[in-house]
T-cell receptor, first 113, second 114 residues
């Protein structure tokens, strides 16, 4: 158990819908990262937040957005969902001064029908 | 641009045999290097990491990896594989400065036969 929690574990929805994935980092970790794992794209970095502010952006679609709240939990919002958005979404957190060591949550498996 | 290559998509070894998983990276400077393991339906667990110093690093579950700057490689090894090691293994690189998100290889799936 990494100490990073993600909810829900599974999510099934329809095309065109909007969903919110939630992540709670390990106690004391200020950075939260979101990654997408799909069969065709592999593991891809989406976005990073540090202490409430966006720090880095990767291959995140405009239909996707994220935020980190004052209690440091983070949410990833996916809207206008398409079949191709079906994937495993991971959240990771890292403590300050950890040189980028990231601890991953169990993931949320999203299925868009 | 950063990239990570894991040339072996799938490896099968017998229980008790030695294991080496290959990882090559492309990066403008010395990166941070990581190996993660993913069991079916699970998240990624950190096996080991290299930041600097001794190029041979020890990790959990009896794994080790060696950083070879001249070959841009960071291969993962284990002297004797256990059936519970069957999983997907990912090599990743991260920047030492600035944004430190990870770039992952495509993974190597390890099958262990009795």
């Amino acid at each position: 158990d990494s100490g990073v929690t993600q909810t829900p574990k599974h999510l099934i929805t329809a095309t065109g819908q909007r969903v919110t994935l939630r992540c709670s980092p390990r106690s004391g970790d200020l950075s939260v990262y979101w990654y997408q794992q799909s069969l065709d794209q592999g593991l891809q970095f989406l976005i990073q937040y540090y202490n409430g502010e966006e720090r880095a952006k990767g291959n995140i679609l405009e239909r996707f957005s994220a935020q980190q709240f004052p209690d440091l939990h983070s949410e990833l919002n996916l809207s206008s969902l398409e079949l191709g958005d079906s994937a495993l979404y991971f959240c990771a957190s890292s403590p300050p001064g950890s040189s980028g060591t990231q601890y991953f949550g169990p993931g949320t498996r999203l299925l868009v029908l | 641009a950063q990239s990570v290559t894991q040339p072996d998509i799938h490896i099968t070894v017998s229980e008790g045999a030695s294991l080496e998983l290959r990882c090559n990276y492309s990066y403008g400077a010395t990166p941070y290097l990581f190996w993660y393991v993913q069991s079916p339906g699970q998240g990624l667990q950190l096996l080991l990491k290299y930041f600097s110093g001794d190029t041979l690093v020890q990790g959990i579950k009896g794994f080790e990896a060696e950083f070879k700057r001249s070959q841009s490689s960071f291969n993962l090894r284990k002297p004797s594989v256990h059936w519970s090691d069957a999983a997907e293994y990912f090599c990743a690189v991260g920047a030492q400065t600035g944004a430190n998100n990870l770039f992952f290889g495509t993974g190597t799936r390890l099958t262990v036969i009795p």
